[in-house]
């Protein structure tokens, strides 16, 4: 029987690959030790995956510090990931348009496709700009292999 983790935090390094792998394991163990589903770990994964691209690719730019925090938990009947950066003041769900998904790939801007999927998967994102911190939160109900 594995041991649950309702609680699992990190810092990730600015730099895109080392971050990004390091997020996607810490999500596998959590997801793991809690029984998400493969689908949910998944999904987890690739939200928090972008979501963590765009900050260290755009966000940090201007920024006197670079830090970038990620917390997964269990709150009742929900998982919850939540993801603090002090980067520049950036609101994704409000901020970056939705795609034209019936455009050519050719004739798209690059953007918004990430926010757009993020979104999708988990649709009542949060943000709110905590002194001098990015946070976005989001929810999803706890969904086991059954």
Partial sequence: MKTALP????VLEP????ALKDLA???????EANGLSEAQIHNLSL??????????SYGFADADRQELRVELRIEADQVVAQLD?????????????????HASIDDRPIGGLGVFLTRTLFPNPDYQRIDGY?????????????
């Fill in 25 to 31: 394991e810490a999500v596998a163990r959590f997801g």
């Fill in 134 to 146: 990015n946070r976005i939160t989001l929810r999803a109900p706890v969904k086991g292999d059954s």
């Fill in 15 to 18: 730099e895109l690959s080392s």
């Fill in 85 to 101: 950066d002090s980067g520049i003041a950036f609101n994704p769900f409000e901020e970056v348009s939705e795609p034209d998904l």
């Fill in 47 to 56: 939200a928090l995956d972008e979501l963590a691209t765009n900050t260290i």
């Fill in 7 to 10: 609680r699992l935090s990190l």
